[in-house]
């Protein structure tokens, strides 16, 4: 999972504007029909831990009226209706909540039909994350989107497994050992695109997703 935040800020209570959310949903709608391996969807919630999802209530606020967002209580998720006419008058989507206490977050994980086996290649185990390279190009131009930092590919694991993977690169075998989340981290580097070394997954893992920049958990 990878997760892009962005302080929402206004004078009295936390919004953003409306446009960047609205650039944002038509840049995924378009890389959605490109890569049909990666799950993307914008997401907000609170740094306050005593605040749940189900206690926020979004809304644009518009010349007409409120216009109500839906979050999904699980995760937050959420997509607004795309209309021009928001952009033009220069609405903004609200919450109620005080400023500097929300976080808005553009998500991207992976789709993954096949989990990786025993001897796969790197170049064909970083596959997604090669899209995904992709995806950072297409929304570094939304002004106003953070950059996408690529950290590399996690393998997920019960709780109950111990393993490691062996990536056999030309300078000699580098071990990745199972982390406290129970999975196996496994760096996005040039150089080993460029080697396309084998891989040695001992253990399957039963799901794959992208890791966070601050250490894959």
Same mark, same amino acid.
């Given at each position: 999972?990878? /997760?892009?935040?962005?302080?929402?800020?206004?004078?009295?209570?936390?919004?953003?504007?409306?446009?960047?959310?609205? !650039?944002?949903?038509?840049?995924?709608?378009? /890389?959605? *029909?490109?890569?049909?391996? +990666? #799950?993307?969807? /914008?997401?907000?919630?609170?740094?306050?831990?005593?605040?749940?999802?189900?206690?926020?209530?979004?809304?644009?606020?518009?010349?007409?009226?409120?216009?109500? #967002?839906? +979050?999904?209580?699980?995760?937050?998720?959420?997509?607004?209706?795309?209309?021009?006419?928001?952009?033009?008058?220069?609405?903004?989507?609200?919450?109620?909540?005080?400023?500097?206490?929300?976080?808005?977050?553009?998500?991207?994980?992976?789709? #993954?039909?096949?989990?990786?086996?025993?001897?796969? !290649?790197?170049?064909? +185990?970083?596959?997604?994350?090669?899209? +995904?390279?992709?995806?950072?190009?297409?929304?570094?131009?939304?002004?106003?989107?953070?950059?996408?930092?690529?950290?590399?590919?996690?393998?997920?694991?019960?709780?109950?497994?111990?393993?490691?993977?062996?990536?056999?690169?030309? *300078?000699?075998?580098?071990?990745?050992?199972? $982390?406290?989340?129970?999975? #196996?981290?496994?760096?996005?580097?040039?150089?080993?695109?460029?080697? $396309?070394?084998?891989?040695?997954?001992?253990?399957?893992?039963?799901?794959?997703?992208?890791?966070?920049?601050?250490? *894959?958990?």
């Amino acid at each position: 999972m990878l /997760l892009w935040p962005l302080l929402l800020t206004a004078a009295d209570q936390a919004r953003i504007p409306y446009e960047l959310i609205y !650039r944002i949903q038509k840049a995924q709608t378009t /890389l959605r *029909g490109s890569f049909t391996n +990666l #799950v993307m969807d /914008l997401r907000m919630k609170s740094t306050l831990p005593e605040v749940r999802t189900q206690d926020l209530t979004v809304y644009i606020d518009s010349k007409d009226g409120r216009i109500p #967002v839906q +979050l999904n209580p699980a995760n937050g998720a959420f997509s607004l209706p795309i209309q021009d006419n928001l952009v033009a008058e220069g609405a903004y989507v609200e919450v109620n909540q005080p400023k500097g206490t929300m976080n808005f977050q553009w998500f991207v994980g992976l789709k #993954v039909a096949q989990l990786p086996t025993n001897g796969i !290649r790197y170049r064909d +185990l970083m596959q997604p994350l090669k899209d +995904l390279e992709q995806v950072r190009i297409e929304m570094e131009k939304i002004p106003g989107a953070p950059p996408l930092t690529i950290a590399g590919l996690k393998l997920l694991y019960p709780p109950d497994k111990e393993t490691s993977v062996v990536v056999h690169a030309k *300078g000699g075998n580098r071990v990745f050992k199972i $982390n406290p989340a129970h999975a #196996v981290v496994i760096p996005y580097e040039a150089a080993l695109l460029e080697q $396309n070394p084998v891989v040695s997954i001992p253990v399957p893992p039963i799901g794959v997703d992208v890791a966070d920049p601050g250490g *894959g958990s």
